[in-house]
T-cell receptor
Framework: QQPVQSPQAVILREGEDAVINCSSS?????VHWYRQKHGEAPVFLMI?????EQKGHEKISASFNEKKQQSSLYLTASQLSYSGTYFC???????????FGTGTSLTVIP | DTAVSQTPKYLVTQMGNDKSIKCEQN?????MYWYKQDSKKFLKIMFS???????INETVPNRFSPKSPDKAHLNLHINSLELGDSAVYFC??????????????FGAGTRLSVL
C-alpha cells in the first residue's frame, strides 16, 4: 500500500533540474509532497487534489496524473537549500488512510 | 508557540526498560499520528487517533501502546524495549476535513536509542 518513489537518490549540481516520481497501486484522491532536511521533521510542500492538477511552490512544482495513479515533483534550477529527503504521501479514493512513499534523497552540490 | 511538540527529544535507555514519549498539538486538529522512521528513512505509520479514538493500528508489537487522554494529546508508551526499537519517532496531527484534509504537521521527533 506504500507508494513507490523513484529514483531512490539523486545528486545534482546547483542550477540543475530533477524529477521525482511517486507511483501508487491504488486509485488516488490526493497526493502530498513533503521535504525532510537532515535531522529535522518532514515539512509539507504542497497537495494535489484533482487529476491532471499542477501546482507550484517557488521553483518546485508537481503534477498528478489520476489515471496513471502517479505524481511527479519537478525541481528546477536547484539550490543548495533543496537538499533533503522528499516524500510523497497518498490518500486513496476509498477509505481515509494516508501513506508516505519510500522517499527520495536529493543532494545539491555547489 | 510550537504547533506540535513532543518530549523528550532524545531518549537513551537499556534493553528491557519501559519508556514513554509525549505529544501535544495546539492546532485544533482532530487526528493525531505516531510514525517510526528507521535508519533507511522510511516513514512508517504506527497509530492514528481521531478525536481520542484509535482508527489505525498498523502491524506494531503490542509492547507499543498509544494513549489519547484528549484530542490534543497522543502519548506513546513502549514496554520491554528491544534493540530494534531504536529509531526516530514522530508525532503528527492533521485536520480531518476541508481542503487541508490529511496534511501532516510534524513534531520535531524523538530519537530513541536502545543499548
Amino acid at each position: 500500500q506504500q507508494p513507490v518513489q523513484s529514483p531512490q537518490a539523486v545528486i545534482l549540481r546547483e542550477g540543475e533540474d530533477a524529477v521525482i516520481n511517486c507511483s501508487s497501486s491504488k486509485a488516488l484522491y490526493s497526493v502530498h509532497w513533503y521535504r525532510q532536511k537532515h535531522g529535522e521533521a518532514p515539512v509539507f510542500l504542497m497537495i494535489l487534489l484533482k487529476g491532471g492538477e499542477q501546482k507550484g511552490h517557488e521553483k518546485i512544482s508537481a503534477s498528478f496524473n489520476e489515471k496513471k495513479q502517479q505524481s511527479s515533483l519537478y525541481l528546477t534550477a536547484s539550490q543548495l537549500s533543496y537538499s533533503g529527503t522528499y516524500f510523497c504521501g497518498t490518500e486513496a479514493n476509498t477509505g481515509n488512510q494516508f501513506y508516505f512513499g519510500t522517499g527520495t534523497s536529493l543532494t545539491v552540490i555547489p | 508557540d510550537t504547533a506540535v511538540s513532543q518530549t523528550p527529544k532524545y531518549l537513551v535507555t537499556q534493553m528491557g526498560n519501559d519508556k514513554s514519549i509525549k505529544c501535544e498539538q495546539n492546532l485544533g486538529h482532530d487526528t493525531m499520528y505516531w510514525y517510526k522512521q528507521d535508519s533507511k528513512k522510511f516513514l512508517k505509520i504506527m497509530f492514528s487517533y481521531n478525536n481520542k479514538e484509535l482508527i489505525i493500528n498498523e502491524t506494531v508489537p503490542n509492547r507499543f501502546s498509544p494513549k489519547s487522554p484528549d484530542k490534543a494529546h497522543l502519548n506513546l508508551h513502549i514496554n520491554s524495549l528491544e534493540l530494534g526499537d531504536s529509531a526516530v519517532y514522530f508525532c503528527a496531527s492533521s485536520p480531518i476535513a476541508g481542503n487541508r484534509k490529511n496534511i501532516q504537521y510534524f513534531g520535531a521527533g524523538t530519537r530513541l536509542s536502545v543499548l
